[in-house]
C-alpha cells in the first residue's frame, strides 16, 4: 500500500510543486532567477543525489504540458512582426551550421565513429527558448531588440533543427535524397505562415465575436477554453510535422496577442496562471532528468568540452548573423547567449540517436547533461550581463 502511494502521480505533484515553491523562495532570497533553482533542486531529488522521484512518463508529460502553456503564454506578449523578421532567420542559419560543425569535429576528436560524431553535431544545432524567455520575461525585457531577436530566431531556428535531423538520418542510412528535406521545408513554412495568418485574420476574431454570445455571459470560463483549445490545437499540428510543440503553441500565442476580451474571462490572465504551475514542473523535472552516476572519467572530459563547444559555437554563430543583421556588438552578443540553452530539444535528438543505435549510453548522457548544463549556466550569464549593459536597445 505504502509503495503505490509513493509512486502515486499525486505524490510526484506535490513533490514537484513542493520544490519549486522552494526554488522561488531561495531565489527571491539571493535575488536570482527562480528556473535555476527549479532545476537545480530538480538534481537534488532526482537519481543524482535523493532519488526521491524519477522521470517517469507522467512527470515527462506535466513537464511537456508546462513547456506548452509557457510558450503560449510567452507568445501573447508578441506581434506576428516581431517574429517574421528575414534576419532572424540569418541568425538561425548560420547559428546552426557552426555548431553542428563543432560538435561533429570535436566528437571526432574523441574517436567516436562518424556516425555517433554526426549525431552530436545535429544535437548542438538545437535552441530551447523556454528558458531565455521565461529569463527574459522575469527581467522585463521582453520587448527589447534581442529579445525579439532570440525568440524569432529560435522559432526558425526549429525549423533548421528539423531539416539537420532529417538530413543526418539520411547520412547515417547512407540514402541522402533532398526530396523529404524540401517536403520539411513547405510543411514548416505552410504551417508558421498560414498558422499565423488564420490565427490572427479569424480565431482571433473569431474568439472576441464567441466573447459576445450569451453563453460567455453565462459561463466566462469558456472564453478561457476555447483560447486553451486552439493552443493545444496548435501545438499538435506542430509535432505531427516534426516541429517541436512548444512551436506551435508559441505561434498560437502571437496570433490571438491583440485579441480584446469585454464579457468572458481574461484566458491571458487564466493562461497565466495554468503556466505558473505547469512550467514550475517542467523546471524542475529538467534536473530529475539527469543522472551523473552514468558518467565515467573519460566521458567527463568529453562533456565538458562538449559544453565549451555548446557554448562557444551557438554565441559565435548568432552573434555573426545578429551583425549581419546590424544589430549592435551588445544585443549580438546577448543574442548569442540567448540561443545557447540546448534543453529539451537536443534532449530529444538523444534520445532519437539512442534509440536508433547510432550513439552509445554514454555518448547520450553527455549530450543529455550538456543540455542541462547549458539550460543551468545560461539564466545566470545572461541575468548579469543585461543587467550590467542598460542600454540594450529596446
Not at 509535432?239 to 484566458?267: P, W, Y
Request: proline content about 2%; aromatic content about 12%; glycine content about 8%.
Amino acid at each position: 500500500m505504502f509503495e503505490g502511494i509513493t509512486t502515486s502521480i499525486e505524490l510526484q505533484l506535490s513533490l514537484l510543486l513542493f520544490v519549486a515553491l522552494a526554488g522561488y523562495i531561495i531565489a527571491q532570497k539571493i535575488n536570482q532567477s527562480a528556473i535555476v533553482w527549479e532545476i537545480l533542486l530538480g538534481i537534488a531529488i532526482g537519481p543524482s543525489l535523493l532519488g526521491l522521484i524519477t522521470y517517469t512518463e507522467s512527470v515527462q508529460s506535466f513537464a511537456q504540458l508546462g513547456a506548452v502553456v509557457l510558450l503560449f503564454v510567452i507568445g501573447l506578449e508578441f506581434k506576428i512582426k516581431d517574429v517574421f523578421n528575414i534576419k532572424y532567420g540569418i541568425i538561425a542559419l548560420i547559428g546552426v551550421i557552426i555548431p553542428w560543425i563543432g560538435g561533429y569535429f570535436l566528437a571526432e576528436f574523441f574517436g567516436f565513429n562518424f556516425i555517433s560524431s554526426v549525431f552530436v553535431g545535429t544535437a548542438l544545432t538545437a535552441t530551447s527558448i523556454a528558458i531565455t524567455a521565461n529569463v527574459l520575461r522575469e527581467m522585463g525585457k521582453l520587448q527589447t531588440e534581442a529579445a525579439k531577436a532570440i525568440i524569432g530566431a529560435a522559432v526558425i531556428d526549429d525549423v533548421f533543427g528539423l531539416l539537420v535531423l532529417s538530413f543526418s538520418m539520411q547520412i547515417v542510412n547512407d540514402s541522402v535524397s533532398f526530396f523529404p528535406l524540401i517536403l520539411i521545408i513547405i510543411e514548416a513554412v505552410i504551417f508558421l505562415v498560414l498558422g499565423a495568418y488564420i490565427g490572427y485574420a479569424y480565431l482571433s476574431k473569431l474568439i472576441e465575436k464567441f466573447d459576445t454570445t450569451k453563453l460567455a455571459e453565462r459561463y466566462p470560463e469558456t472564453v478561457f477554453i476555447f483560447a486553451m483549445m486552439i493552443a493545444f490545437c496548435y501545438a499538435m499540428i506542430a509535432e505531427l510535422i516534426g516541429l517541436s510543440a512548444i512551436v506551435g503553441a508559441f505561434l498560437a500565442g502571437v496570433s490571438l496577442s491583440t485579441v480584446i476580451i469585454r464579457r468572458g474571462k481574461n484566458f491571458k490572465e487564466g493562461a497565466e496562471y495554468l503556466q505558473i504551475i505547469f512550467a514550475s514542473i517542467f523546471f524542475v523535472s529538467l534536473g530529475v532528468l539527469a543522472d551523473f552516476h552514468t558518467l565515467t572519467l573519460q566521458i567527463l572530459w568529453f562533456l565538458v568540452s562538449l559544453t565549451i563547444v555548446a557554448f562557444i559555437t551557438k554565441i559565435i554563430g548568432c552573434y555573426i548573423g545578429a551583425r549581419i543583421g546590424r544589430m549592435t556588438h551588445k544585443n549580438s552578443l546577448a543574442v548569442g547567449m540567448g540561443m545557447v540553452p540546448r534543453g529539451e530539444v537536443a534532449m530529444i535528438v538523444a534520445l532519437i540517436g539512442l534509440n536508433s543505435g547510432f550513439i552509445r549510453q554514454d555518448i547520450y548522457v553527455s549530450l543529455i547533461l550538456m543540455s542541462l548544463l547549458t539550460t543551468v549556466l545560461v539564466p545566470f550569464i545572461l541575468r548579469y550581463y543585461m543587467k550590467a549593459e542598460k542600454n540594450l536597445v529596446e
